[in-house]
């Protein structure tokens, strides 16, 4: 089955930095990644997502680059904000996408 | 709650009992999923169901129940024989040509 695995656990950084968090995954198969967003106490939510047929896709201030052959894909977050501070999630899954492998996760902290 | 509501947000349980926790979409989707959460900690799956009256087990289905009668509806039973029920607990559905997941708010379960 797929595994997926993402560095680093935890990510401090100073407010207006950027934020690169990396996730590597096992299975050829895969083509569709998606990123989720866990505020404290909540729901993880989807921010975004990339399919294999891409390289590259960008939304404001975060985007998420993948590279095929070396099966990782990383999410970068330019101008850091407080409000980013969250656990973030990376995941795979494979064409039918009926089932999404989840990453260990990120805690990124964004200091003031 | 996005189209999918499980409740409640808190539940406390006594040692030797069993606890059913609701998950309700109105998304029309057809596949629905349980994550457990530990602090810290990333998402496992206990259950997953792609299609009313079939379900199948996750990577931690022990020590769990669940039913699928319904499209909408996708309960989980914490049994006595789950030893450490104490998390938080996420559904999630999904709709078929439809990649992304959607979560539920969450069911923080404590045993007491």
């Known amino acids: 089955g797929e595994n997926v695995e993402q560095h680093p656990s935890t990510l401090s950084v100073q407010e207006g930095d950027s934020a690169v968090i990396k996730c590597t995954y096992s299975?050829?198969?895969?083509?569709?990644f998606p990123w989720y967003k866990q505020e404290l106490g909540k729901r993880p939510q989807l921010i975004i997502d990339?399919?294999?047929?891409?390289g590259e896709k960008k939304d404001q201030r975060i985007a998420v680059t993948l590279n095929k052959t070396a099966k990782h894909f990383s999410l970068h977050i330019t101008e850091t904000q407080p409000e980013d501070s969250a656990v973030y999630f990376c995941?795979?899954?494979?064409?039918?996408?009926?089932?999404?492998?989840f990453g260990g996760g990120t805690r990124l902290m964004v200091k003031p | 709650d996005g189209g999918i509501t499980q409740s409640p947000k808190y539940l406390f349980r006594k040692e030797g009992q069993n606890v059913t926790l609701s998950c309700e979409q109105n998304?029309?989707?057809?596949?629905m999923y349980w994550y457990r959460q530990d602090p810290g900690q990333g998402l496992r799956l206990i259950y997953y169901?792609?299609?009313?009256?079939?379900?199948q087990k996750g990577d931690i289905a022990e020590g769990y129940s669940v039913s699928r009668e319904k499209k909408e509806s996708f309960p989980l039973t914490v049994t006595s024989a789950q030893k450490n029920p104490t998390a938080f607990y996420l559904c999630?559905?999904?709709?078929?040509?439809?990649?992304?997941?959607?979560f539920g708010s969450g069911t923080r379960l404590t045993v007491v």
């Open positions: 299975d050829s198969a895969s083509n569709y």
């Open positions: 990339i399919r294999s047929n891409v």
């Open positions: 169901s792609q299609i009313v009256n079939d379900f």
């Open positions: 999630a559905s999904k709709g078929s040509g439809n990649y992304g997941y959607t």
């Open positions: 995941a795979a899954a494979n064409n039918a996408g009926n089932m999404l492998t």
């Open positions: 998304l029309n989707h057809d596949a």
